[in-house]
C-alpha cells in the first residue's frame, strides 16, 4: 500500500498569507496520478489539483501543485477567508487503487 | 451540469446490510468509471471500490472484499453499493464520485451518512 504522509497537520495563517503543504508518499507515485482537494465542514471534496499540477476546472489560479517522486506540495499563494478548510492528497496506483493523506488543516490565525 | 445526487441517512443495526444509491446526470454516464469512498467522523478519506457503468465489471479493495457489491442501472443512469455484516466501524459518509482520465475525483456525490448502532 502507498501510504500519503501530510505535513504539518495543521497550519495557522493569517488571509493574505502563503500556505505550503506537504505530501510525502512512502513509494514513488506517477505524477500523472497525484491529486489534492479542499474539504469544508459538512461537504464532499472538492478537487483542485490533478497531475500534480493541472488545475481543475474553475479553481483560482491562486492554487498550485508541484512535485515528483514521492514529494508533493499544494501552494496558495495568498488565503482568501474561503480557502480555511481541510486538504487531502490522494494518490492512484498500487493495492488498493486509490488512497489518500490525513490532511492538513488550514486554520485562521 | 454534471451532478451525482444519493440517497438519504440510513441507520442499520450490526450485522445488517446497507444500499445507497447515486444518480447520475450531465454527462454521458457509460463514459466514466464510478468509485465509492467513504469518510469517518473526523478521519480521512477511505476508498470503497469502483464500478464500470458499461459492463458493469467492479473492484474492490481488499478490505472490503466478500462484504461489498456495486451494480449500476444504465436506464436510470444509477450505481448503487450495497455493504453487508454492518459493524459499529463502517459507520461513516459514503460518497459517489465520478474520476476523469487521470483518475481524480472530479465530480462527488453530497454524501450518504450510514450509522450503525444496536
Known amino acids: 500500500e502507498i501510504v500519503l504522509t501530510q505535513s504539518p497537520g495543521t497550519l495557522s495563517l493569517s488571509p493574505g498569507t502563503r500556505a505550503t503543504l506537504s505530501c510525502r508518499a512512502s513509494?514513488?507515485?506517477?505524477?500523472?496520478?497525484l491529486a489534492w482537494y479542499q474539504q469544508k465542514p459538512g461537504q464532499a471534496p472538492r478537487l483542485l489539483i490533478y497531475?500534480?499540477?493541472s488545475r481543475a476546472t474553475g479553481i483560482p489560479d491562486r492554487f498550485s501543485g508541484s512535485g515528483s517522486g514521492t514529494d508533493f506540495t499544494l501552494t496558495i499563494s495568498r488565503l482568501e477567508p474561503e480557502d480555511f478548510a481541510v486538504y487531502f492528497c490522494?494518490?492512484?496506483?498500487?493495492?488498493?487503487?486509490?488512497?489518500f493523506g490525513g490532511g492538513t488543516k488550514v486554520e485562521i490565525k | 451540469q454534471v451532478q451525482l445526487v444519493q440517497s438519504g441517512a440510513e441507520v442499520k443495526k450490526p450485522g445488517a446490510s446497507v444500499k445507497v444509491s447515486c444518480k447520475t446526470s450531465?454527462?454521458?454516464?457509460?463514459?466514466?468509471?464510478l468509485h465509492w469512498l467513504r469518510q469517518a467522523p473526523g478521519q480521512g478519506l477511505e476508498w470503497v471500490g469502483i464500478?464500470?457503468?458499461?459492463?458493469?465489471?467492479?473492484t474492490f479493495a481488499q478490505k472490503f472484499q466478500g462484504r461489498v457489491s456495486m451494480t449500476r442501472d444504465t436506464s436510470t443512469r444509477t450505481v448503487s453499493m450495497e455493504l453487508s455484516s454492518l459493524r459499529s466501524d463502517d459507520s461513516a459518509v459514503y460518497y459517489c464520485?465520478?474520476?476523469?482520465?487521470?483518475?481524480?475525483?472530479?465530480?462527488w456525490g453530497q454524501g450518504t451518512l450510514v450509522t450503525v448502532s444496536a
Open positions: 513509494q514513488t507515485v506517477s505524477s500523472s496520478y
Open positions: 464520485a465520478r474520476a476523469n482520465v487521470l483518475m481524480a475525483f472530479d465530480y
Open positions: 464500478i464500470d457503468p458499461t459492463g458493469g465489471s467492479t
Open positions: 497531475g500534480a499540477s
Open positions: 450531465g454527462y454521458t454516464f457509460t463514459s466514466y468509471y
Open positions: 490522494h494518490q492512484y496506483g498500487g493495492s488498493p487503487l486509490h488512497t
